[in-house]
């Protein structure tokens, strides 16, 4: 599986947007970009995932660069439950997760 | 929307003593995983499992360890003999199709503690 690299840690304003990115220079044509987020020790949760072209649900947009060497996830208006460890993970077997990216949302 | 159900959601158990950690995945999904997570620390593949089979394990998932699907709706993960370095949560989770392709759906977790 491609190895991704995330930021340890970031903070986001309430009501601003988060902008969390992830290298996964050595990803193959064939590999999916996925993002979760694990809310305190709770089982991760499905955010979104794209191939090539960027994607957006309720919950968030994917912008995936047109090398796909490398992703950001954006949700555009940070609440205080959204303060979570992020995960991007590159996928064509079975996931793994990298060490993520703690996003703490402030006041 | 449709979720995975683990239990318990706590288990105390005895170093050496066998525990069966116990998962309902999500109906009509076909792929069944298991990770855990020690305490601080990221989460970890085990194993995953499709048409009665395993797929793929990690070097985590030894002969310590089990997986089975013993009927129409549960998936179990067995520690035949539990060490103290066991104690973490494990996750379950299951998908509905191709692995790359599809989202997986996570339960909440067992916390297991190995005393």
């Known amino acids: 599986d491609a190895k991704t690299t995330q930021p340890p840690s970031m903070d986001c304003a309430e009501g601003r947007a988060a902008n969390l990115p992830c290298n996964h220079s050595t990803i193959s044509g064939n590999e999916y970009v996925y993002w979760y987020r694990q809310i305190h020790s709770q089982g991760p949760q499905y955010i979104i995932h794209g191939l090539k072209n960027n994607e957006t649900n309720e919950m968030a947009s994917l912008i995936i660069t047109e090398d796909r060497k490398s992703s950001t996830l954006i949700l555009p208006h940070a609440t205080l439950r959204d303060t979570a460890v992020y995960y991007c993970i590159v996928i064509i077997a079975d996931m793994r997760f990298g060490a993520g990216t703690r996003l703490t949302v402030k006041p | 929307e449709p979720e995975v159900t683990q239990t318990p959601s706590h288990q105390v158990t005895q170093m050496g003593q066998e525990v069966i950690l116990r998962c309902v995945p999500i109906?009509?999904?076909?792929?069944f995983y298991w990770y855990r997570q020690i305490l601080g620390q990221k989460v970890e593949f085990l194993v995953s499992?499709?048409?009665?089979?395993?797929?793929?394990k990690s070097e985590i998932f030894d002969d310590q360890f089990s997986v089975e699907r013993p009927d129409g709706s549960n998936f179990t993960l067995k520690i035949r003999s539990t060490k103290l370095e066991d104690s973490a949560m494990y996750f379950c989770?299951?998908?509905?199709?191709?692995?790359?392709?599809?989202?997986?759906?996570f339960g909440q977790g067992t916390r297991l503690t190995v005393v």
């Open positions: 989770a299951s998908s509905e199709a191709l692995r790359q392709l599809n989202r997986a759906f």
């Open positions: 499992f499709y048409n009665n089979e395993i797929s793929e």
């Open positions: 109906s009509n999904h076909l792929y």
